[in-house]
């Protein structure tokens, strides 16, 4: 079983609609957890960062974490054809800064 | 949010040459920096961890006399490939956490080896 868990995608969602990816992971130690974006050819780009249960909101970005069913989603409000990208989920496993352990990422298209 | 310099952006080498890639935290001191690498189509995957004043420690399969990493100062962690081959074309990314612990990448370094 991988660590963290992605569905590859492509997710397809029209402009304006809300985009719903999600993400487990298998280490109870999980600590930090976070969304990135990643273009083609380009780094991450962080987007999110959460590490208590319940729902962080950012704009038109809010991250979702359910330690108990080792579950952390994030929802795109008003997609737009910019937010089409590669979205990876990672988390920290313990305290302190810790290296981050990636999903394979999904794939976001926003059909304009 | 925080920036995290690299350089260069891209490089292209002879096999059997050695290519130093530098990581800068620009707006605040990392103690701890976080060498990736990434293929096509797959996602990263650390290599070493970069530790200030200190020897970085490498994942399990990483050679540490191929991938010599020094961390310098509080701010610059620098990633040697040395006796490159074109096996070690990808794209190198390094990563620094603030101390709220949030991770930042650098732009990312395309190293293509021919």
């Known amino acids: 079983q991988k660590e963290v868990e992605q569905n590859s995608g492509p997710l397809s969602v029209p402009e304006g609609a809300i985009a719903s990816l999600n993400c487990t992971y298998s280490d109870r130690g999980s600590q930090s957890f976070f969304w990135y974006r990643q273009y083609s050819g380009k780094s991450p780009e962080l987007i999110m960062f959460?590490?208590?249960?319940g729902d962080k909101e950012d704009g038109r970005f809010t991250a979702q974490l359910n330690k108990a069913s080792q579950y952390v989603s994030l929802l795109i409000r008003d997609s737009q054809p910019s937010d089409s990208a590669t979205y990876l989920c990672a988390v920290s496993i313990g305290t302190g800064r810790r290296a981050l352990t990636f999903g394979s990422g999904t794939r976001l298209q926003v059909q304009p | 949010g925080a920036v995290v310099s690299q350089h260069p952006s891209w490089v292209i080498c002879k096999s059997g040459t050695s290519v130093k890639i530098e990581c800068r935290s620009l707006?605040?001191?990392?103690?701890?920096m976080f060498w990736y690498r990434q293929f096509p189509k797959q996602s990263l995957m650390l290599m070493a961890t970069s530790n200030e004043g200190s020897k970085a420690t490498y994942e399990q399969g990483v050679e540490k006399d191929k991938f010599l990493i020094n961390h310098a100062s509080l701010t610059l962690s620098t990633l040697t490939v040395t006796s490159a081959h074109p096996e070690d074309s990808s794209f190198y990314i390094c990563s620094a956490p603030t101390a709220t612990y949030e991770q930042y990448f650098g732009p990312g370094t395309r190293l293509t080896v021919t």
């Open positions: 707006d605040f001191q990392a103690t701890t």
């Open positions: 959460i590490y208590s249960n």
